[in-house]
């Protein structure tokens, strides 16, 4: 028998997801956003739950190759834009819209050649300082492109830095409105965060919204908020079962380095799922875990394949946890109880963004269709 452990891609939630966003959305369409691989739940995998989406977004060539092979023939649009001129040829071949954001891409544009002009979103750098042009370049660059032959239809789009924090967005939806005056073109953009703190916002919702994390049912603004404020439900289980148990007495420590101690005697579960699987090694002693579908939390250091959990209270809600009893290190339990992504990221220090992308490799996944 392979290890225990196995990730669960759910496609009722991710259409469940999909419904929440849109109907938030106002009038807008809907990218889902699909980079990294769908944000490491598999781009194969999620598609039947996405595809009532209007379009996919994401940065791979290859990733926009595998959207079409599932058969997909409307709108992808390449979130960063090309890296080089034979990029283009594929935008060409396979009908992609992309992102332009700087002068050696209109360049790159300018020699191309095509039969078939191509659409762009145009990225203003509106005060976040990653990709984009500045605000008083924006419409020059605006008038280079569209005086361009290899242009069809020129977008305008923004991306925001703090749409899940307490500065917000105001002083960047001030920006893109002002230089973006006048200028014919739709409109994009909101991601998650922006999607569900600022809908009422027609201006913000514009014409296309781009949501990534929210339809992976993990909360932007995890603490303010949790997912089941927003009504989003988790789309990735990490699942695996005890392996070994143990009594501890007062005193006994636990794991590599002996960071936890136990008081009084207690019993301790192993399970099958360490860092090589993409579990945080940063996880602390009393990162949260369900045992058999009850709330308990980690014990000491994570190693590479096993960590320990405290069955005290698994025990004191009469469950009686043995060897094969199910953990869910996140997701929902196969008792319906939820263990948000949101929660062990924290615990490590960082966001449920990065645990669904760095589940490893080794770990099994399938769609519970
Ligand atoms: C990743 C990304 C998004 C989606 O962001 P979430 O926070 O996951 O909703 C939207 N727009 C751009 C340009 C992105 O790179």
């Known amino acids: 028998m392979p290890r225990p452990i196995h990730a669960t891609i759910h496609l009722e939630a991710l259409k469940h997801n999909l419904a929440v966003l849109r109907a938030r959305a106002q009038d807008a369409r809907v990218w889902a956003v699909v980079k990294a691989n769908a944000y490491g739940h598999g781009i194969e995998r999620v598609f039947e739950g ?24 409307g709108p992808i649009l390449l979130l960063e834009g090309v890296f080089e001129p034979r990029d283009l040829e594929l935008c060409s071949r396979l009908d992609l819209w992309h992102t332009v954001h700087c002068d050696a891409q209109i360049d790159m544009l300018s020699r191309h050649k095509t039969q078939v002009p191509q659409r762009v979103f145009l990225k203003m750098n509106s005060g976040m300082n990653r990709l984009g042009f500045a605000p008083g370049r924006f419409r020059a660059a605006w008038s280079r492109l569209n005086a361009l032959p290899q242009v069809d239809e020129v977008s305008l789009m923004t991306h925001f830095s703090d749409a899940d924090g307490e500065r917000g967005i105001a002083h960047q939806t001030a920006v893109f409105a002002q230089h973006c005056q006048d200028l014919p073109g739709e409109r994009s953009l909101a991601n998650s965060a922006a999607l569900l703190r600022h809908h009422q916002d027609a201006s913000v919702m514009a014409d296309w919204v781009r949501p990534g994390i929210a339809l992976y049912g993990s909360s932007p603004d995890h603490p303010q908020n949790q997912v089941a404020h927003w009504g989003l439900r988790p789309t990735m289980s990490l699942r695996s079962q005890l392996i070994g148990l143990q009594t501890l007495a007062a005193g006994d420590s636990v794991g590599y380095a002996s960071t936890y101690r136990a008081a009084a005697p207690q019993r301790m579960g192993v ?16 990162t949260p875990v369900l045992v058999g579908g009850v709330p308990t939390r980690t014990l000491g250091r994570v190693s590479m394949d096993m960590i320990a959990v405290d069955l005290e209270p698994v025990i004191q809600a009469g469950a009686n946890p043995l060897v094969g009893t199910a953990v869910t290190l996140w997701g929902q339990d196969a008792s319906g109880a939820v263990l948000p992504i949101d929660e062990p990221a924290a615990a490590a220090g960082t966001i449920g963004y990065e645990l669904m992308c760095a589940l490893a490799t080794r770990v099994p996944v399938s769609t519970d269709a």
């Open 271 to 286: 399970v099958a799922c360490g860092y090589a699987d993409g579990y945080p090694r940063l996880c602390p002693t009393g």
């Open 50 to 73: 996405l595809r009532g989406a209007d379009g996919f977004a994401l940065l791979d060539l290859d990733e926009a190759q595998r959207v079409r092979d599932l058969g997909w023939r």
